[in-house]
């Protein structure tokens, strides 16, 4: 079992371990030299954060970790962690790391490393670079003086990244949309508003405003209502909520109703299958996705896989039968034909040339689907303890199961990144819903907190 990397790199309160300063650096000399061993010949790693006070500390031990090692770093400072991954690979390096907590709190951080090819590691990787960790047999002795890499600050990098995601909509103008744009005070602050404003249309932002304590902070894609309210204070088309680091994003349409990342991957889909470019007639989406898109693809003859929950496994899924477009529930979206990872950016703009090109609002869009009734809870757990070993809970959700049978689901899982259990519950009707929610939430609640 892996002791650091979860589903999505290394997670955890800032300071305390694992982020601290000295498993930084650690992970940097470890991760410079499995991929040295792997015989590349890149001897350099590119490195990105988030806007989180604790990256400073962060970047620090890791550069000091690679340079010990003989790698050379490429520090490009805040940037989206897609952005990471485009580098990674548009510049020649070995390897990428974002240090980043994405949509957690400010008092979180964490760590992702990308392979040359821009795609997050797979499991094997992890677990060498979690060995040589954790060994303490690691050292840099064999590294003479005259080896020791160099740091590098790229300023030509947020350039890069604009003009490789306004390519991906072949510079399509989007004069005469006007979008309200939140930041969350994250990795996107400073370049997303440049990408959209460029393209021509007219932004109105919020959360471009980081101060290291204030990413994700009452905005951004888990708070999106903070967009819509200003949504409707300038009459806009619609908002556009990135995450703390831009790999996500939720929207809202001009009357204000969130539109997540089911929609966006269904009208995508649609919109790609018209046009002949929807790979194997095809979508990958996780378990979380509701019954509704699910439903509404098949009656439009498209195809849909379902993987277990993170972005990671749809990429997997993806890349196994070269699928283009899938997605999460919560916003991360994979364009495979232009980007590696979820890109909120990307997403955004090819939502934004799907309306300007149909001549249709995102409402419009997006009323595709008839969304059933689902709720979503998420408690906060002393250790995650199998839930087949909580027998009350066990038996709870069996019960749910066999009540819903046919008519609706329950997926019950811990977060990849918090002791944290998510419940989720849908069904044909809301009474349904808000009765097994309650139920499994209280025995959870006496059972593991």
Same mark, same amino acid.
């Given at each position: 079992?892996?002791?650091?990397?979860?589903?999505?790199?290394?997670?955890?309160?800032?300071?305390? $371990?694992?982020?601290?300063?000295e498993l930084a650096l650690l992970l940097g000399k470890?991760?410079?030299?499995?991929?040295?061993?792997?015989?590349?010949?890149?001897?350099?790693?590119?490195?990105?954060? /988030?806007?989180?006070?604790?990256?400073?500390?962060?970047?620090?031990?890791?550069?000091?970790?690679?340079?010990?090692?003989?790698?050379?770093?490429?520090?490009?400072?805040?940037?989206?962690? &897609?952005?990471?991954?485009?580098?990674?690979?548009?510049?020649? !390096?070995?390897?990428?790391?974002?240090?980043?907590?994405?949509?957690?709190?400010?008092?979180?951080?964490?760590?992702?490393?990308?392979?040359?090819?821009?795609?997050?590691?797979?499991?094997?990787?992890?677990?060498?670079?979690?060995?040589? +960790?954790?060994?303490?047999?690691?050292?840099?002795?064999?590294?003479?003086?005259?080896? +020791?890499?160099?740091?590098?600050?790229?300023?030509?990098?947020?350039?890069?990244?604009?003009?490789?995601?306004?390519?991906?909509?072949?510079?399509?103008?989007?004069?005469?949309?006007?979008?309200?744009?939140?930041?969350?005070?994250?990795?996107?602050?400073?370049?997303?508003?440049?990408?959209?404003?460029?393209?021509?249309?007219?932004?109105?932002?919020?959360?471009?405003? &980081?101060?290291?304590?204030?990413?994700?902070?009452g905005c951004g894609a888990t708070h999106s209502i903070? !967009?819509?309210?200003?949504?409707?204070?300038?009459?806009?088309?619609?908002?556009?909520?990135?995450?703390?680091?831009?790999?996500?994003?939720?929207?809202?349409?001009?009357?204000?109703?969130?539109?997540?990342?089911?929609?966006?991957?269904?009208?995508?889909?649609?919109?790609?299958?018209?046009?002949?470019?929807?790979?194997?007639?095809?979508?990958?989406?996780?378990?979380?996705?509701?019954?509704?898109?699910?439903?509404?693809?098949?009656?439009?003859?498209?195809?849909?896989?379902?993987?277990?929950?993170? /972005?990671? $496994?749809?990429?997997?899924?993806?890349?196994?039968?070269?699928?283009?477009?899938?997605?999460?529930?919560?916003?991360?979206?994979?364009?495979?034909?232009?980007?590696?990872?979820?890109?909120?950016?990307?997403?955004?703009?090819?939502?934004?040339?799907?309306?300007?090109?149909?001549?249709?609002?995102?409402?419009?869009?997006?009323?595709?689907?008839?969304? $059933?009734?689902?709720?979503?809870?998420?408690?906060?757990?002393?250790?995650?303890? &199998?839930?087949?070993?909580?027998?009350?809970?066990? /038996?709870?959700?069996?019960?749910?199961?066999?009540?819903?049978?046919?008519?609706?689901?329950?997926?019950?899982? $811990?977060?990849?990144?918090?002791?944290?259990?998510?419940?989720?519950?849908?069904?044909?009707?809301?009474?349904?819903?808000?009765?097994?929610?309650?139920?499994?939430?209280?025995?959870?609640?006496?059972?593991?907190?």
């Open positions: 079992m892996r002791k650091l990397f979860g589903t999505d790199g290394v997670r955890g309160k800032a300071n305390r $371990y694992p982020i601290t300063a470890a991760t410079a030299h499995v991929f040295e061993a792997a015989g590349l010949g890149l001897r350099k790693a590119v490195l990105g954060k /988030d806007t989180r006070l604790s990256g400073y500390m962060l970047e620090s031990a890791i550069t000091s970790g690679m340079l010990s090692m003989g790698m050379d770093v490429l520090e490009v400072g805040p940037m989206p962690t &897609p952005a990471i991954a485009h580098l990674t690979k548009s510049m020649g !390096a070995s390897c990428g790391v974002m240090i980043t907590a994405s949509h957690n709190p400010a008092d979180d951080n964490g760590i992702k490393i990308f392979g040359y090819d821009g795609f997050k590691l797979p499991d094997e990787i992890e677990l060498r670079i979690e060995r040589h +960790i954790l060994s303490g047999e690691l050292n840099s002795d064999f590294i003479s003086p005259a080896r +020791i890499g160099k740091a590098y600050r790229i300023d030509d990098a947020r350039g890069r990244y604009i003009e490789f995601a306004k390519s991906s909509i072949d510079n399509r103008s989007l004069n005469g949309l006007k979008i309200v744009l939140d930041c969350a005070n994250g990795a996107a602050y400073s370049i997303a508003p440049l990408i959209f404003r460029e393209l021509g249309a007219e932004v109105i932002v919020t959360g471009v405003f &980081p101060d290291g304590h204030n990413i994700n902070a903070h !967009a819509s309210e200003l949504l409707k204070q300038h009459h806009a088309d619609l908002s556009i909520s990135l995450d703390g680091d831009g790999d996500r994003v939720i929207f809202c349409d001009a009357a204000g109703r969130e539109v997540n990342g089911d929609r966006i991957i269904g009208m995508v889909a649609l919109d790609f299958k018209r046009r002949g470019r929807l790979s194997g007639n095809t979508v990958v989406v996780t378990g979380m996705s509701n019954l509704g898109l699910i439903k509404a693809m098949e009656e439009n003859g498209i195809k849909v896989v379902q993987t277990d929950v993170g /972005d990671r $496994y749809v990429i997997e899924e993806m890349r196994r039968n070269s699928f283009n477009i899938g997605g999460e529930q919560s916003g991360h979206i994979i364009f495979m034909d232009y980007a590696t990872t979820g890109d909120g950016i990307i997403t955004a703009l090819h939502v934004l040339k799907q309306m300007i090109e149909n001549n249709k609002t995102l409402a419009e869009c997006a009323d595709f689907m008839e969304v $059933y009734p689902q709720r979503l809870a998420g408690i906060k757990v002393r250790e995650k303890v &199998p839930v087949d070993q909580v027998p009350a809970l066990h /038996d709870a959700i069996r019960d749910c199961g066999n009540a819903l049978a046919g008519r609706g689901r329950t997926v019950v899982r $811990y977060s990849g990144t918090e002791k944290k259990l998510r419940i989720l519950v849908e069904a044909e009707k809301q009474t349904d819903v808000d009765f097994w929610l309650t139920r499994l939430c209280d025995i959870a609640n006496r059972e593991l907190t």
